[in-house]
C-alpha cells in the first residue's frame, strides 16, 4: 500500500518587527526612488530576504509602480 508522506510544517508569518528588522533602510530608498511605494518594496525585500535586485526584479514582474 502507498503511504503519503506527510506535509512540511506551514511557514510561520513573521511579526512585523522581524519583517522590517530583515531588510535595510537603504535598500528600501533605493527602490522608492526607482518608483516603487514603499509598502510594496519593503514586501519584496522581505521576500527576496534584502536582496535589492531580486526584489526589483519582483516588484517588476508583480507590481506596479
Same mark, same amino acid.
Given at each position: 500500500?502507498?503511504? =503519503?508522506?506527510?506535509?512540511?510544517?506551514?511557514?510561520?508569518?513573521?511579526?512585523a518587527?522581524? =519583517?522590517?528588522?530583515?531588510?535595510?533602510?537603504?535598500? =528600501?530608498?533605493?527602490?522608492i526612488?526607482?518608483g516603487?511605494?514603499?509598502?510594496?518594496?519593503?514586501?519584496?525585500?522581505?521576500?527576496?530576504?534584502?536582496? =535589492?535586485?531580486?526584489?526589483r526584479?519582483?516588484?517588476?514582474?508583480?507590481?506596479?509602480?
Open positions: 500500500m502507498f503511504r =503519503v508522506p506527510p506535509l512540511p510544517p506551514r511557514h510561520q508569518q513573521s511579526s518587527a522581524e =519583517v522590517l528588522m530583515s531588510i535595510t533602510e537603504p535598500h =528600501v530608498r533605493q527602490l526612488s526607482e516603487f511605494d514603499e509598502n510594496s518594496a519593503i514586501r519584496a525585500l522581505h521576500l527576496s530576504k534584502d536582496n =535589492v535586485q531580486l526584489a526584479d519582483i516588484l517588476i514582474e508583480f507590481g506596479q509602480r
